[in-house]
């Protein structure tokens, strides 16, 4: 038993290995490897640069956000004074 997992391990490695291997299999998209002129390709590249805007403008939002609660935080305890969070009742009735 253990040795057929090793054989199956060993002929998916192979198979990946030569599968990679081919130029035709791993030929690039055609951003990457087709003609720079081509209406497809200037269509990708307006479509990854907007994609990559949408992603910045998310991580801009989110870092604003969390500035906003820094901000708020800080205001809050200007205005009150902290106070434990915690009591410590000793003894007696409740």
Same mark, same amino acid.
């Given at each position: 038993?253990?040795?057929?997992?090793? /054989?199956?391990? $060993? &002929?998916?490695?192979? *198979?990946?290995?030569?599968?990679?291997? !081919?130029?035709?299999?791993?030929?690039?998209?055609?951003?990457?490897?087709?003609?720079?002129?081509?209406?497809?390709?200037?269509?990708?590249?307006?479509?990854?640069? /907007?994609?990559? $805007? &949408?992603?910045?403008? *998310?991580?801009?939002?989110?870092?604003? !956000?969390?500035?906003?609660?820094?901000?708020?935080?800080?205001?809050?305890?200007?205005?009150?004074?902290?106070?434990?969070?915690?009591?410590?009742?000793?003894?007696?009735?409740?």
């Amino acid at each position: 038993m253990r040795r057929s997992g090793w /054989m199956i391990s $060993g &002929v998916s490695a192979t *198979v990946a290995a030569v599968w990679l291997g !081919l130029p035709a299999v791993a030929a690039a998209c055609a951003t990457c490897f087709g003609d720079p002129q081509a209406p497809a390709t200037k269509g990708l590249n307006n479509a990854i640069l /907007m994609l990559l $805007g &949408v992603v910045g403008l *998310v991580y801009v939002g989110i870092g604003k !956000l969390f500035w906003e609660f820094r901000k708020r935080s800080k205001k809050l305890e200007e205005q009150q004074p902290v106070r434990p969070r915690l009591r410590l009742i000793h003894g007696g009735k409740h």
